[in-house]
């Protein structure tokens, strides 16, 4: 029994290793496409000394060579390809140099409530929280969740789903997931609104919350520090302003409520909390 655990131990590092390799490996190998632009030297013949940017059908167009397939070959390989036609032709041993002056075949785009928006090279296996920390990471505006649109090979697109907590809190490495070619990465601006909590708190004001994490009563009384030592627990008044500009009174026990013998009460945009102070 011993035997095979050890057995399957090995496998599974030997199998581990591998995989680490095969993503290391993909991570430093960009493979270019078209709209790249390609900066080529030849030494010896300048009229090949070329910055030349990748059709929309893989090719460039060089002097003496023509029109040479090049999608999906890294930097070495167009150069070893390069040489090769070169070669059979024109020079003997040649020493091409290319460098990739321009990214443009493997780009996401990076929306909604990080620091930069915009679209960014995707060099190698590039993951999700990778391209966030790159577009500036989260601002405090982001919601729960990050979409991402992924083109498919027909055309159609997919989506998914995100948590944010399960991400980045929790750290579920699963949901860290590499990305690929024209993904869209959305983070929705989550819009802050105030609640309002004054009177027998210890700390009364204006309280800045996310419009999906409005708090209930008793998390603003607490967010607002707690009741103070004149507090009415039992006279709590909540005034809101319905969606036709009437204002509604809400009278509230919070002793009840922190018993258990009547439910919180969920708080809305812009309601104002009022704490009434103890008459004994």
């Not at 290793?17 to 632009?37: A, I, N, W």
């Amino acid at each position: 029994m011993k035997r095979i655990i050890i057995i399957l131990a090995a496998a599974y590092l030997i199998l581990f290793s591998m995989c680490l390799f095969s993503q290391e490996k993909y991570t430093t190998e960009y493979r270019v496409g078209p709209k790249d632009l390609l900066e080529i030297s030849v030494f010896g013949l300048d009229e090949l000394n070329k910055t030349v940017r990748i059709s929309e059908d893989g090719k460039i167009s060089l002097p003496l060579l023509g029109e040479i397939e090049v999608e999906g070959l890294t930097k070495a390989e167009v150069e070893k390809k390069l040489s090769q036609l070169l070669e059979e032709k024109y020079l003997q041993n040649p020493q091409v140099t290319v460098f990739i002056r321009e990214y443009q075949s493997k780009r996401v785009s990076v929306l909604g409530a990080v620091g930069n928006p915009g679209t960014y090279k995707l060099l190698g296996r590039q993951t999700l929280l990778q391209i966030i920390s790159i577009a500036g990471g989260l601002t405090q505006e982001a919601g729960k969740e990050i979409i991402v649109i992924r083109q498919q090979e027909d055309g159609t697109s997919t989506s998914l789903k995100i948590s944010i907590d399960d991400l980045i809190l929790k750290g579920d490495a699963s949901l860290n997931i590499p990305l690929q070619f024209n993904d869209i990465i959305n983070i929705p601006i989550d819009k802050i609104v105030y609640v309002y909590v004054f009177g027998q708190v210890k700390k009364p004001g204006a309280l800045n919350v996310k419009k999906s994490n409005i708090p209930t009563l008793l998390q603003a009384i607490a967010q607002a520090g707690g009741f103070s030592d004149r507090a009415s627990k039992g006279a709590v008044l909540i005034k809101r302003i319905d969606e036709n500009g009437k204002e509604i009174k809400i009278k509230a026990n919070v002793k009840n409520i922190i018993k258990g013998k009547r439910k919180d009460i969920q708080l809305k945009e812009n309601d104002v909390v009022f704490v009434q102070e103890t008459i004994f």
